[in-house]
């Protein structure tokens, strides 16, 4: 069964449509500051500024551990809730963890950056493409531009526990 935190951090996940829990207001501060203050990132550790690189992969480390627990989260839910729970929450969720993991690929694009370079992708999307919630604020900090089709990945129809490893195809196989 889900464990008390587990159950905390899906309450805290969708608090309220227009109000975040504390998990989900962690999660978009450290988002926030590390986007704007990614420019530290390439400081050579020779410059006055040399902490600032330091603090920022701290955060970032961190906030790679918030969108860790949220993936597990979701696999944990998916074989511990009962099937009716399940098939009412799990497109939610689905989508929580599909935007969080994008998020987390931006910040570590972020901290490979050894130079700053402007990112430019078209004018903003119309306000009524993006959802409401955690999801649509985490959107709206991306730089994505119109491609908000990016983020449509509807959920399996049947949620499953099952993993499969993808691996090439070795002479053993034949």
């Known amino acids: 069964p889900l464990t008390l935190e587990e159950v905390w951090m899906l309450v805290e996940l969708f608090y309220l449509p227009y109000h975040h829990g504390a998990l989900a207001q962690d999660l978009l501060e450290h988002f926030r500051w590390l986007w704007a203050n990614s420019l530290s990132v390439g400081v050579p550790a020779t410059m006055p500024d040399a902490c600032g690189g330091a603090r920022w992969r701290g955060r970032a480390q961190s906030f790679q551990l918030l969108c860790a627990q949220t993936c597990r989260l979701h696999s944990r839910f998916v074989s511990a809730a009962s099937r009716a729970l399940l ?74 526990s099952q993993m499969y490893l993808l691996r090439p195809l070795l002479p053993l196989d034949k």
Not at 91 to 102: E, G, H, Q, T, V
Not at 103 to 123: D, N, Y
Not at 129 to 137: M, Y
Request: contains cysteine.
């Open 87 to 160: 098939y009412d929450l799990h497109p939610y969720l689905w989508d929580i963890r599909n935007m969080l993991l994008a998020a987390s690929a931006f910040i570590l694009w972020l901290g490979c950056q050894s130079t700053t370079a402007p990112i430019l992708l078209g004018k903003d999307a119309e306000p009524w493409v993006r959802c409401g919630g955690l999801f649509g604020e985490l959107q709206a900090l991306l730089p994505v531009g119109n491609s908000y089709d990016l983020f449509y990945h509807p959920p399996p129809l049947f949620p499953s």
